[in-house]
């Protein structure tokens, strides 16, 4: 008896992990740390390669308007007013229609229905920006000129949002391909964030007797609202970092205008556009501080909108849970 | 309780007790209009976003195909203006930088996602999770300047390999979410099965639940290419493009969305009709990768991706 004991004791030792099971655990760890490396890494790279351009432009680069390589002049003004201008007017569109059609998947649609509708806007998120960049430029662009901004041109032509010449590349026409392509992030986010809205929420609205879309507005919204919003910041995030699309149909050119009719430029679009133009040193090296910028500011969005998407997921399914 | 003096008493002292109470009627019809015009309107914006999906695919299709042919995918690009040739240097870049960056991304990723699901604490999953998503949000372009300073300055000229890793780190996200996605659906019973067995827990997640898991592992892996064999941006200034087939990679390369774009922003028809038909090409194998992973995924349980 104490024989098998013992003979079992040794076969279990024989086995026992004395190699594996560490090195495995390495492994993994370490692959874990390539994340975090990866991402500290893209901030020190891309600060370390254009530190020619930060020390000869300095603070000043924030708020200069004249971008001017031939004449070393450098300000990122125009990139940054383009990007937000194109970012934010797109944010606010696909919001409406992004929110809107989360809403009609999780509230309204018959599942048949939300099913291939739901995979159709995950689709549109799978279409390379560089496609969508090609039909900007010879759909889109010549469509909005003759239907949308000959018009707006024509009536409304004495706003300074609409002044200008209508040649459809431009301000607009960036802002409709941002839309289309933010619009699946943040109708992505939004469904799940709606989704996650316990159901007696609703059933306690339908019981006082709520309409339909009482009970979105009463019961459903307020509790998704932040959630919301962080799908928005979500998109905002896309759409500053978003590079190709833009960069064929805004029009490139380093202006500050008011107008949607104008041709623009984005911080992404100038790196795009004129990097492997850049002849000097000093001017690849002002392209790549605008990269940083971007990098920093998309970082400080993303990091923002997930802990505020996680904390009402979070929230949202420990209440379920406890309901 | 008190009675029904009691329950006037208190009404009367209720602000609007004395305006006359609404018709009940035309308060109804108000809020009935109210939810159908609301219902309509989340109906019409489903329907916008549906559109330029329908849009976009009609366009490509109807203006790739005319100029899609086999010379467009075996051939080198001809002189600018010159009518045929093709964009065979872009289709071989493609597939070898793709190739590349998905076997330098995707053993990371997969360690990556055991960790988060397998090794982990609480918060040592919650950081690596968000470090994964924070990543998936970094601009492509910003990670194509990040491969720029890490290989194509040291090495000293723009190469293949530097597009692979700028690729490699764009896949990377993408597999380590859904490699943690799909381990968490493999039952614990499962790992508690081999446990009692005596096997120690990395021959068990080696042996027993990667391979539960290892469909939908793959199927992530099929998104990532696609996903990444889409890029451009961070192709700009590491692979750069070229006009000739070139298999080395420690030089310039082309890539079918380089290609794309060098084309369409051209000043000839020859070129917006192959880039036309490169755009073309390139949807058809992206959306079908993602549509049958999208399908196999849903099959496997996990809702989203």
Redesign the interface.
Known sequence: MTAQVGAVRAELGRHRPRFGEPAFRGLVVLASLTVLAIIAGLVVVIATTSMAGIAHNGIGFLWGTTWDPVHSVFGALPFIYGTLLTSITALILSMLIGVGVALFLVELAPSWLAGPLGFMIEMLAAIPSVVYGLWGIFVLAPWLRDYVEVPLHDTLGWLPFFSGYPIGIGNLAAVVVLTIMVLPTVAAVSRDVVSAVPGSQREAALALGATRWETIRMGVLPYARSGILGAGILGLARGVGETMAVTMVIGNSPTISLSFLAQGYTMASVIANEFTEATTNLYRSSLIEIGLLLLVVTLVINAAARLLVWRVAYTASSRSLAA | MSGADGTLAGAARLPGAGIPPRVPGRNMAR??T??RV??A??????V???V??V???L??LV?GLPALNLALLTQAPVPAGFPGGGVAPAVVGTLIMVGLGTLIGT??????G???R???GGRGATL?R??????A???????G??A???VV?PMGSFSALAGAVALA?II??IV?RITDEMLGLVPGSVREAAYAL?I????T??RVVLPAASGGIVTGILLGV??I?????PL??TA?GNDRVSTALGEPMDAL?LR??VY??GPYDSW?AQ??AA?LV??FL??AF??LT?LALRRRGAA?T
Request: proline letters at 8%; a positive charge.
């Open positions: 809020r009935r109210t939810d609301m219902r309107l989340l109906g019409i914006a489903a916008i976003a549906a330029p999906l849009l976009v695919l366009y490509v203006q053993p990371i990723a997969v360690l990556a055991i960790y988060v397998e090794y982990a690596i968000f470090l994964v998503d924070v990543l949000g970094v601009p492509t372009i910003a990670i300047l990040f720029y300073g890490l300055v780190v990377i996200p380590a005596g120690p827990p990395w021959k997640i080696v696609a996903r064999a889409g890029e451009t941006a700009i200034f750069l969305p794309i774009w369409a922003s917006h880039a036309w755009s390139l949807v992206v959306l993602s549509l999208r989203r």
